[in-house]
């Protein structure tokens, strides 16, 4: 209220399951809708690579040493999905959405990370010799201890709170 007292008069005529739709819907003229919340379930291990490779999506999957040689993931979606120690080599990850992915100790030899987005993705002590990053966007991504080989292509990356393979950090784009 105005005053800062509490106005508790409409509060005991529903339960408090029904709470935040009927509030919702007396202040505003048009109906509202509440939204139950929905439990998903964790892909992992042949299932996720299944729905990876058929879907090219698996956001939030469990991907812990899996053998994604050659695949095509062309502009597919492993936002947060967990790829530590997992075989990418040769892998066409271009314009790939791997925001906060973890892919640490992967093997991405030779794979194709050109114009990826790697906000928040952890590279720690990835093998990424011969690894395509030019125009790849990485953002607050970790890098340290990664294996980048002798003549990185990284052309074009765009860098911003990255954590580089010496553990500098690099700001070129902020």
Same mark, same amino acid.
């Given at each position: ?22 509030a ?10 509440v ?50 120690? /997992?075989?990418?080599? *040769? +892998?066409? $990850?271009?314009?790939? %959405?791997?925001?906060?992915a &973890? #892919?640490?100790? =992967? @093997?991405? !030899?030779?794979?194709?990370?050109s114009? /990826?987005?790697?906000? *928040? +993705?952890? $590279?720690r002590?990835? %093998?990424?010799?011969?690894? &395509? #990053?030019?125009? =790849? @966007?990485? !953002? ?5 201890? /990664? ?14 709170k ?13």
């Open positions: 209220m105005p005053d800062g007292s509490i106005n508790n008069q409409d509060c005991s005529s529903f339960s408090s399951k029904e709470a935040p739709a009927k919702a819907s007396t202040s505003s003229k048009e109906p509202v809708s939204v139950s919340s929905v439990i998903s379930e964790v892909l992992s291990g042949k299932t996720a690579i299944k729905k990876l490779l058929t879907t090219k999506k698996c956001r939030g999957c469990l991907l812990e040493n899996a053998d994604l040689s050659d695949a095509n993931l062309n502009q597919g979606d492993l936002t947060k999905a967990i790829l530590s120690e /997992a075989n990418l080599r *040769g +892998a066409d $990850l271009r314009r790939a %959405y791997l925001y906060d &973890d #892919l640490s100790d =992967a @093997y991405l !030899y030779d794979a194709d990370l114009d /990826a987005y790697l906000y *928040g +993705a952890n $590279l002590k990835a %093998y990424l010799r011969g690894a &395509d #990053l030019r125009r =790849a @966007y990485l !953002y607050d991504t970790n890098m340290e201890g /990664a294996n980048m080989g002798y003549f990185p292509s990284m052309g074009g990356a765009r860098f911003c990255t954590t580089m393979p010496d553990g500098s950090i690099n700001n070129d784009d902020c």
